[in-house]
T-cell receptor
Framework: GAGVSQSPSNKVTEKGKDVELRCDPI?????LYWYRQRLGQGLEFLIY????????KSGLPSDRFSAERTGESVSTLTIQRTQQEDSAVYLC??????????FGPGTRLTVT | RKEVEQDPGPFNVPEGATVAFNCTYSNSASQSFFWYRQDCRKEPKLLMSVYSSGNEDGRFTAQLNRASQYISLLIRDSKLSDSATYLCVVIGRGSTLGRLYFGRGTQLTVWP
């Protein structure tokens, strides 16, 4: 079946602009995660959605970052007033709660 | 202390060698453990789950030591295609139920 999909695959934006990244999880997966990975670095947890529970936002680096999820489907990660340090690959993953995650191909964000 | 710690390497081994990676975790209540593989500029992909009794998948063997809070991955008869970064992953318990914690990864290069 279809895996996790993300769009766009690449995004180049000017400093100060807002960007919106999209994630379509695997159908039936109740949990959805966003991570950030800077070049040559490990995965940095951003936010976690589990069903209808309040999301775990403990990884969001600043109030410029926000994410939403509609039910158990699509999620969007929004970065307002982008900064150069926001340049990274943004990875989305989904899972059946408490099990292994499956990752999307990521969105490569470049802030110029 | 980080939730999951790994030796970052790099490990550089010849084809045919046996190589082992180690990982420690801090939450003694953790119940589920995985190894992921991440190729350069690609998303992480599940390599194998780690079961209490230890498990083997072809050339790969995973072990869990709960008393020492320690996970290992053994690769026998290394292939060039095994070159990648290997991520140790632990599923949280308690207030972080369902959230996965990733180590920074161990980089492996297999040379001809």
């Amino acid at each position: 079946g279809a895996g996790v999909s993300q769009s766009p695959s690449n995004k180049v934006t000017e400093k100060g602009k807002d960007v919106e990244l999209r994630c379509d999880p695997i159908s039936g997966h109740t949990a959805l995660y966003w991570y950030r990975q800077r070049l040559g670095q490990g995965l940095e947890f951003l936010i976690y959605f589990q069903g209808n529970s309040a999301p775990d936002k403990s990884g969001l680096p600043s109030d410029r970052f926000s994410a939403e999820r509609t039910g158990e489907s699509v999620s969007t990660l929004t970065i307002q007033r982008t900064q150069q340090e926001d340049s990274a690959v943004y990875l989305c993953a989904s899972s059946v709660s408490g099990t292994e995650q499956y990752f999307g191909p990521g969105t490569r964000l470049t802030v110029t | 202390r980080k939730e999951v710690e790994q030796d970052p390497g790099p490990f550089n081994v010849p084809e045919g060698a046996t190589v082992a990676f180690n990982c420690t975790y801090s939450n003694s209540a953790s119940q589920s453990f995985f190894w992921y593989r991440q190729d350069c500029r690609k998303e992480p992909k599940l390599l194998m789950s780690v079961y209490s009794s230890g498990n083997e998948d072809g050339r790969f063997t995973a072990q869990l030591n709960r008393a020492s809070q320690y996970i290992s991955l053994l690769i026998r008869d290394s292939k060039l295609s095994d070159s990648a970064t290997y991520l140790c992953v632990v599923i949280g318990r308690g207030s972080t139920l369902g959230r996965l914690y990733f180590g920074r990864g161990t980089q492996l290069t297999v040379w001809p």
